[in-house]
């Protein structure tokens, strides 16, 4: 008889144990996305004349404000661990986006001791030049039976490019291309709802995603050659642009659970 108790009492904390096991269940999932994007920013050029007086420069500075909207699609995949009502998870998506375009615009620069105001045209594009990749971490609770909110914290990355053609309104200086690119990260900080499509194993999302300013992208260039008259010719200006980007996007998925 006392031995048939201790027996009963080992099995209690297995019990335990198991049924604790029992509330935690995973699996891996696949999704493919719909996405919406707001994109802003503002382009920064400087033209810059130090050749005749290196000890003070001339400079003048203008700025054109962005806002791109576009669209395009995603893939994700991930794994996710459920335990009484708590979803934590973590994914790794690919995005593919368009929203470049570009802008033109036109700004005023006084040469130094010239009369004459010169009007410099600028073109300008900011764009990413591969598929934008996040890594980043879900957690959700599910409020009720049929909708589960969700808050997202993550990173992500692409190689964004700036393109800047700035040339003269009048004269004969020939047009210059300042160029710039490299590998930028962004914080994604992002909400949303998930709710399954009937007794399937395939669920519907809605998120939006707030991606944090990143350090700016640096261009520079010069006019190489043309003249307006000799003494403009002894100091061509030196050009650079500057930008960055903050950006806001909404995104539709459709999810499948696997078992």
Avoid at 74 to 90: D, F, K, M, S
Avoid at 132 to 140: D, E, K, T
Avoid at 152 to 175: A, C, F, H, K, Y
């Amino acid at each position: 008889m006392a031995k048939s108790w201790r027996k009963a009492l080992l099995c209690v904390p297995l019990l335990f144990m198991s049924s604790a096991y029992a509330d935690w269940q995973g699996n891996w999932l696949f999704g493919v996305s719909g996405i919406y994007t707001d994109r802003r920013g503002e382009v920064d050029i400087g033209t810059l004349y130090n050749g005749a007086f290196p000890l003070f420069p001339l400079k003048t500075e203008s700025g054109k404000r962005y806002s791109d909207i576009g669209a395009g699609y995603g893939l994700l995949a991930g794994y996710q661990i459920t335990c009484q009502g708590w979803i934590w998870g973590i994914e790794a998506s690919v995005d593919w986006l368009d929203i470049s375009s570009k802008r033109a615009f036109v700004y005023p620069d006084l040469l130094p001791f010239e009369i004459t105001l010169i009007e410099w045209h600028a073109q300008s594009e900011y764009k990413s030049e591969v598929p934008l990749v996040a890594l980043s971490g879900r957690m959700a609770y599910k409020m009720a039976p049929y909708f589960i909110s969700y808050l997202r914290l993550g990173v992500e990355g692409d190689d964004e490019s700036l393109d800047v053609i700035i040339s003269p309104g009048t004269g004969s200086m020939q047009s210059t291309v300042l160029h710039a690119s490299r590998w930028i990260w962004h914080y994604i900080l992002g909400v949303g709802f998930e709710v399954p499509l009937g007794c399937s194993p395939i669920t519907l999302r809605a998120e939006y995603n707030f991606h944090s300013r990143a350090e700016p992208l640096f261009a520079h260039g010069r006019i190489h050659e043309g003249v307006i008259n000799p003494f403009v010719d002894q100091i061509l200006p030196v050009f650079d642009a500057e930008m960055s980007t903050i950006t806001n996007s909404g995104k539709v998925s459709f999810v499948w659970n696997f078992s």
